[in-house]
């Protein structure tokens, strides 16, 4: 079955890291796909889909396919798609955060 969130990058890379960061604090569920050596899948599905630079992370959600870590982060906040007791992935300023859950300690 085809995961609903796929998140191609590498356990090394700190922009990797970044959007990881959002997913865990959003309590959002994905499939890791490693890019190395060992997964020449996953490098081939990124240089046809990674933008110019060919870089990681890169987000496949459906149809849609997210380059650039800020990206994917801004794509999770749109959607919304985060468990309803959870922080949103990009927090909102103190003054106008209603998460019983205390958003500002992520920020
Ligand atoms: N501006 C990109 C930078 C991504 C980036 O530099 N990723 C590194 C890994 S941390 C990468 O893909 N390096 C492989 C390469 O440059 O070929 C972002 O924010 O996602």
Redesign the pocket.
């Known amino acids: 079955m085809t995961p609903v969130l796929a998140l191609y990058?590498?356990p090394?890379?700190?922009?990797?890291w970044?959007?990881q960061i959002a997913f865990h604090a959003a309590g959002v569920n994905y499939e890791f796909r490693e890019?190395g050596p060992d997964q020449p899948a996953n490098g081939e599905f990124l240089v046809s889909h990674?933008g110019p630079?060919?870089?990681?992370?890169v987000l496949v959600d459906g149809e849609q396919v997210l380059?650039?870590?800020?990206?994917?982060i801004e794509h999770l906040a749109s959607t919304m798609r985060r468990r309803p007791d959870c922080c949103r992935a990009i927090p909102l300023p103190p003054c106008r955060c209603a998460c019983s859950t205390g958003c500002s300690t992520i920020t």
């Open positions: 990058g590498h090394f890379s700190s922009y990797t970044k959007a890019v990674a630079w060919g870089k990681f992370p380059f650039e870590a800020t990206v994917i």
